[in-house]
């Protein structure tokens, strides 16, 4: 007895796919593995709405957040 099993291979279409991490986005999830992706993105790529964000949950001033974020 044999089995016929028909597979189809889709692909998720550019627009369906996840936005690739800026510079500084990328930066914040290395530094701080444990951040909440989907609140970073809303951040777009501005370091400074980022830092804000980051600053919730470290002791570190905004401005040294950004500094970090922003360094070649």
Do not use: F
């Given at each position: 007895?044999?089995i016929?099993?028909?597979?189809d ?10 936005p690739?991490?800026?510079l500084?986005?990328a ?6 593995p444990r951040?909440n992706?989907?609140?970073l993105?809303?951040?777009?790529c ?5 830092a804000?964000y ?19």
């Amino acid at each position: 007895m044999a089995i016929l099993v028909a597979v189809d291979v889709r692909t998720r279409s550019q627009a369906q796919r996840a936005p690739e991490p800026c510079l500084a986005q990328a930066r914040a999830m290395a530094l701080w593995p444990r951040l909440n992706r989907r609140s970073l993105t809303r951040c777009g790529c501005d370091p400074a709405r980022i830092a804000n964000y980051v600053s919730r949950r470290t002791i570190l001033p905004k401005k040294a957040i950004e500094d970090l974020l922003s360094q070649s």
